[in-house]
């Protein structure tokens, strides 16, 4: 059996990035809920144990936690936030309500002799993102970094291999987190790093045969980088057994649905078998008067289904639905078990409870987005296609804020396919991870030729990321945004107001519902 490492969950919002970070570091590491930890553990015997963060407070009796005896096992132990928190709880430490909640990149100093901290520079960017702190560490414990406001940033046991990070070493924030995870894994856990991931393509389409066997496959294509390279594996994998689906409800953006039916459609280079639906009657009609986030994205989701369900009954026979899903959909749509509900992502959490299809593939499930990129370049789909920026399958619907209308649609049409070809013709998009124009609901006063006015405010987005899960707001140069502002408000009507958005994630979301 491999070296492993296992990664204890707690609820935590990060808990695949650390999975896949140790993964990187060529160590196999495998996640387990942590009502089921001790059994795993004792099963499976790994090099080391991670606890991941989560969102409840370790101090309060029904958090979730885990038997004393993990740390007594002669196996080196990480807990990182709410897991660094916990074990200092267990063992004797105290946790507490911190006075000053720390949020986002914070400087840290860490002691370079520690094993933890070897190589990494002595005052690193750290991400930090807690609201209860550890006062004291537990006893034999010595304080290994610190902030400001953290006196506890991270502490240790190094003779019995327990270490604690209050700061999320996973996430690309932390400047300098994969060494610091890696030094976890080889240092401490004396790892030798002999694991190789098995090419994705290779791997998928290998499962995806053997599952489907003779049956048809029916993919929800939306033309989106995700569903894309969902559709191009199962073509590899079973070829004119599949059928892409492509619904067009009315909520993307300008000319999409052109676009989309000429790269997968009978003249592009694909060998698929594609279908068109125009449904976007269908869908106005069902999100009329609704204002709701949530409600709008189940009654999109809901939908969707219902119109595959009819094209599947017009193919016949059909056992499989494919479905783009990818990690960060499953964790913000809520892990189950101690994960909060973000968002239900249209194609995970917004499925209605009864679906009819013998099964539904997610064959992305556990991927990032750039991996999904990376195997989209695998699988020779075009660069074009490969990085184009994230369209969520609610589509525009989550950027318009209130109830949807079609005039709505076709005013954050027009502003956000101003904004993009203004952003690309100054070659700004290079490194943004997705920007876009949302429809605010909120009306304001303006002036124009003489006349008040009293219309919409039109809000600009631009965001660096590479995982999704966390984000910056862009600095776009202000020669741009000024030439996208005065094309919106003079070629949009009833838009008399740009806004920049200026947040990252945390604390709001990428899209605006
Ligand atoms: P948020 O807004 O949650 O978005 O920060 C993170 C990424 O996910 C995309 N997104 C979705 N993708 N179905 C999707 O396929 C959805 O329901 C959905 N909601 C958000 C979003 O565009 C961003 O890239």
Partial sequence: MSERIIVVDFGGQYNQLIARRVRECHVYSEIVPYTKAMEAIREKRPKGIIFTGGPNSAYLPDSPAISEDVFHLGIPVLGICYGAQLMMHLLGGHVCPAPEREYGKTLVTVDTNSKMFQGVSEQTVCWMSHNDYIQAPAPGFTVSAHTGNCPVAAAEWPDRGLYCLQFHPEVLHTAEGTKMLSNFVYNVCGCTGDWRMESFVESSVRKLREKVGTGKVLCALSGGVDSSVAAVLLAKAVGKQLTCVFVDHGLLRKNEGD??????????????????????????????????????????????????????????????????????????????????????????????????????????????????????RELGIPEKLVSRQPFPGPGLAVRIIGAVTPEKVKLVQEADAIYREEVEKAGAQKNLGQYFAALTNMRSVGVMGDERTYDYAIALRAVLTTDFMTAESAQLPWEVLSTVTSRIVNEVPHINRVLYDCTGKPPATIEFE
């Fill in 259 to 376: 676009e989309v039916a000429a790269v997968f459609g009978p003249n592009g280079p694909y060998d698929l078998n594609f279908v068109r639906v125009n449904a976007q009657q269908r869908f106005y009609d069902k999100l009329a008067g609704v204002d709701d986030p949530e409600r709008k994205r189940k009654i999109i989701g809901e939908e969707f289904i219902r119109v595959f369900e009819e094209e599947a009954k017009k193919i016949g026979a059909v056992d499989f639905l494919v479905q783009g899903t990818i990690y960060p959909d499953v964790v913000e749509s809520g892990l189950g078990g101690e994960s909060t509900v973000i968002k239900s992502h249209h194609n995970v959490g917004g499925l209605p409870d009864y679906v009819d299809f013998k099964e539904i593939i997610e064959p992305l499930r556990d991927l990032f987005k750039d991996e999904v990129r990376a195997a989209g």
